[in-house]
């Protein structure tokens, strides 16, 4: 079942000028402005009562308070811990093996992620970090780290100025590098860490393009990214996964690797000739 947060994006082109402003309102501290009463969300916004009972409508509710409890059940989600989230499985699932039962619940995300995903913004970050005048900084969370690692590691083989920035504990030194009209990818998903967004948000006052990859609940730093791929995580696990998350990111390595082959090639023709001087490779020939 989409978010709330997916279902204002895709009726974003369907929403009046006070709606549009409600919606930016609720997303910018996603989901907590909703919490409140009808009222409160109506002066934060700026926006009329009405328009907030009728936007709520639009988006399949019949009223505020079908609305905020939609809001807290994705709250609970939102924060739930792995033990948490091993309790709440389904119960009711056939007894099928649970490669199977896996594999279907990494489907539907990969199938929800793509529904959601705005292929204009795609192309346009695709374009964006194959600029080679533009340096690219990547990072992520404790878990999220290893889809940051990842893309950098593919990232840096088919362009230059691509850096990885370590983990919280040093990575003060990387934000005094992060020159205005640079790129920070960041990496971050449920349940969102405050040191990924005090990165974001000191970039961001930089003069850094942010770019987030994150759930479909969306981490707060979506308020200061210039663009947001939200990816569905859920699984019959006690932990997310990340495979729709990895399927955005090599698709964009696969398209800048597509669309500049030749720069890209003569990259990796250095690449493999310095493999080779190394030895990194073992030959069978």
């Not at 192309?123 to 940051?148: K, M, Q, Y």
Request: charged content about 25%; hydrophobic content about 45%.
């Amino acid at each position: 079942m989409p978010t709330i947060a997916e279902k204002l994006k895709a009726r974003e082109s369907d929403l009046t000028r006070a709606e549009r402003q409600l919606s930016a309102a609720i997303l910018d501290n996603y989901p907590i402005p909703g919490l409140g009463s009808i009222t409160e969300l109506a002066e934060l916004a700026e926006v009329s009562t009405p328009t907030v009972a009728r936007m709520v409508q639009k988006l399949g509710f019949s009223g505020y308070p079908e609305f905020q409890h939609a809001l807290r059940e994705e709250l609970r989600e939102i924060i739930s811990n792995p033990v948490e989230k091993r309790a709440e499985q389904t119960p009711d699932l056939p007894e099928s093996h649970m490669l199977n039962r896996y594999a279907v619940g990494v489907y539907d995300n990969i199938r929800a992620t793509l529904e959601n995903v705005n292929l204009d913004e795609f192309d346009t970050l695709c374009t964006l970090l194959a600029d080679t005048d533009r340096r690219v900084h990547i990072a992520g969370g404790r878990l999220s780290g290893t889809l940051a690692q990842n893309f950098y590691l593919h990232l840096q083989m088919v362009r230059r100025d691509v850096f990885m920035i370590p983990p919280r504990a040093s990575w003060t030194h990387s934000v005094l590098d992060l020159l205005p009209g640079d790129t920070l990818i960041l990496f971050d998903i449920r349940r969102y860490e405050n040191a990924t967004l005090l990165l974001a948000e000191m970039a961001h006052e930089r003069g850094v393009q942010v770019v987030l990859f994150t759930d479909q609940w969306r981490s707060p730093i979506q308020k200061v990214a210039k663009f947001t791929f939200a990816a569905r995580i859920a699984v019959p696990s006690a932990w997310d996964s990340g495979v729709a998350l990895l399927l955005l990111i090599e698709s964009i390595i696969a398209k800048i690797q597509e669309d500049h082959w030749e720069a890209v090639k003569a990259r990796t023709d250095e690449l493999e000739a310095a493999f080779d001087r190394t030895r990194l490779f073992r030959k069978f020939t």
